[in-house]
């Protein structure tokens, strides 16, 4: 009889596993923080990030579905090109809406869906876009605080909480020397001064200190623009010059003046008439901008500026830095946003505007593919997303809030309630937001796998409707159909579903396994959401059996 080895006997105790539960494999990860990035390769891309991402705005600790609009106004006659906002210091303030009509309405307070509001000034305009409004809140030397308002071929208004006055060319007390102020396009203050472009001109018109009226005096800056164009916008820009071209340490007040044509000039010094006292400081060629003047924005202490490059920052301007290469804040999405600006720089409205409430930075677009778009930075963590289905021709803050108008009459409160297009006490349609992530190699990249399981895990005030699937390599399509949704407030003992929901007073957290199916070498998640403003999108789980290379 022949005797077996130790070690042999001892392999023969162990438990057998299938090759089936040895071939699974579970992987975990965060939702996409970082935003949409255009620029990574197909192949193993930073599962932080997305490559399509609408109206799931990336946070800190999660990606969170944005809030609703409701109506604010309506029945204003035209598309509503400006929303204006005068700010007292002493006072209510107020907002006005600006139609294409020519009619100007207080759109301070909201009104009913029924109501047609009775405008507080008409402004004809046949050689420009009536209601294309320009303004700035301004103090005089006096301690008198107006609104000053312009738009090229309707003229030069002031407001002062009771009062549209208009400003006209002459030499009479309140009028402008000089220059015609109806053919002011944009307007600033800087050191104390009014500053203003003119429409298809090449120099800018400054007022004296602490004055709307008076003696308008000419500064010439077409020398100074090597690829031609007209000067369409100025900023006043204030940062920390520190040590460097900002001439000495502290803050640092320049001005910025852009051509249409992409040249970006840079002044700096308090007295514009004494040339030793205003010199430009920095040149730079970003590529032509957009039609208006709504296209570059100051944020922080920063100014952002769209053009068919994508969008620059002044600050990595300064530093040498480009649109797709080293480019801090916006190097993921330039290459996408540039071809979408490139191919719409004539159409009505590109517009940067910094909505502090929302802690978003809004590049809003124009019909783009047939849709109602607008890219969102956010700031705080520094990450891109898109926001689809918000009716937005143009955007302001007032009163701590964010609003937009149409082009069908309607001023619309954003980023507030649970639906799209509320009504009165009428809810309009479910919030939706969509992703597709990053695809990653879910283990060894050279190995097919079949998919087996998904789950996704959310925050939020009730349960929300999801559809996923993963998607092989490069599908990057969502999944089709509506999720289902039964909506806000079902979470209640007894109703609520059991191991779904979880009754806390800082939100609920949902997550459920669901089957996947599918091949792939690599996978993304593909998902749609409908779901409660505010929710979370936390992370994601799948499990795979892996294969062979062939």
Known sequence: MSLVPIASRRATTQPRRSAASQNHQAYAFSAPIKGIDVTQPMPGGDPFTAIRMDNLIPRVLGCQLRRGYSRWLSHLGGEVR???????????PKMFAAASTGDIFDATLAQPSTATPVPVVNVPNTTGRAGDWATVNFTTSAGVHVMVAVNAGGGMYVYDGATWD??????????????????????IVYKNRLWFTVKDSTSCWYLPVGQYAGKATEFPFGAMLPNGGAVVGLVNWSFDGGGGSGGGAGMT????????????????????????EFQVVGRWYVGRVPAGNRFFSQYSTDVAILSERG????????????????????????????????????????????LPHEQLLIINMPLYLGQERQWAFEVNNRAFCGLLGIPMYCVETFDGRSFCGDTLGNVWWVFEGNSDGKVDDIDGTDLMGTVVTAFSPLGEAIRTKRFLMLRASFISTSAPGVLAVLNSEWDLTYPSGAPPFIGAGENQWDVGQWNLAIWSSSGSSYEWWQGAQGFGRYGALAMQIRAAADTIFIGWQVVVEQGGIL
Do not use: C
């Open 311 to 354: 969008i620059a920052f002044m600050s990595e301007l300064m530093r040498g830095q480009g649109f797709f290469k080293n480019a801090e804040n916006a190097q993921d999405i330039n290459s996408e946003l540039a071809k979408q600006v490139s191919s719409t720089l004539d159409q009505y409205y590109w517009e940067i505007r910094f």
């Open 253 to 276: 007040n320049q001005l910025v003046v852009i051509a249409d044509q992409g040249d970006i000039l840079v002044y700096q010094g308090n007295d514009p008439d004494t040339a030793a």
């Open 82 to 92: 400006s929303l204006l906002q005068f700010h007292p210091a002493n006072g209510a």
């Open 166 to 187: 208009e400003v006209a060319e002459g030499t009479a007390v309140g009028e402008i020397e000089g220059v015609d102020p109806a053919t002011f396009e944009f307007v």
